[in-house]
T-cell receptor, first 115, second 110 residues
């Protein structure tokens, strides 16, 4: 257990439905990251936050995706009008800010299946 | 495109043998990190090596970094069945982004 939690661990939804995932980082970590991982691939960067500010978004993050971190603590990732191609593991990670080189601590992930 | 590429894609060895995985990358980096992922689980950070370091050890792990060749290797000595997992190298070029390679799947046969 790294101290980063994600909820739910598994989500099965029908195409066209909206889903929301939550990530609770390690409490003293100011940086929070979202990644997507498909089978047999490494995690792909989606977006990251420093405190409540979303500082970068990948081109992978289409208009159907939105992420928030309203109070600089937990974060949510919402996918609207899900598509089968959204099926993947969504990983959250956190790290300590102010350090140029630091490890990221990953949560267990949320596995999304879009039927 | 992903920054790092691991080689081999899959590796199968007997328990007790050493396992070597390689990683190549394309651009200048601040550091390179290795992570492990057990099937269906989150990633666990193994070791970080800075761009000005050439070798680093942690327990049974040895990581080397050759910035002139833009490559790194991860050596796991005296492998155990519990080392069976996917191993990813990840490069960090700035404060914010860590880019992962596609990983090496390691199977250690008891």
């Amino acid at each position: 257990d790294t101290g980063v939690s994600q909820d739910p661990r598994h989500k099965i939804t029908k195409r066209g439905q909206n889903v929301t995932f939550r990530c609770d980082p390690i409490s003293e970590h100011n940086r929070l990251y979202w990644y997507r991982q498909t089978l047999g691939q490494g995690p792909e960067f989606l977006t990251y936050f420093q405190n409540e500010a979303q500082l970068e978004k990948s081109r992978l993050l289409s208009d159907r995706f939105s992420a928030e971190r309203p109070k600089g603590s937990f974060s949510t990732l919402e996918i609207q009008r899900t598509e089968q191609g959204d099926s993947a593991m969504y990983l959250c990670a956190s790290s300590a800010s102010g350090r140029a080189q630091s490890e990221q601590f990953f949560g267990p992930g949320t596995r999304l299946t879009v039927l | 495109s992903q920054q790092g590429e691991e080689d081999p894609q899959a590796l199968s060895i007997q328990e007790g043998e050493n396992a070597t995985m390689n990683c190549s990358y394309k651009t200048s980096i601040n550091n390179l990190q290795w992570y492990r992922q057990n099937s269906g689980r989150g990633l666990v950070h193994l070791i970080l090596i800075r761009s000005n370091e050439r070798e680093k050890h942690s327990g049974r792990l040895r990581v080397t970094l050759d910035t002139s060749k833009k490559s790194s290797s991860l050596l796991i000595t005296a492998s155990r069945a519990a080392d069976t997992a996917s191993y990813f190298c990840a490069t960090q070029t700035s404060y914010d982004k860590v880019i992962f390679g596609p990983g090496t799947s390691l199977s250690v046969i008891p």
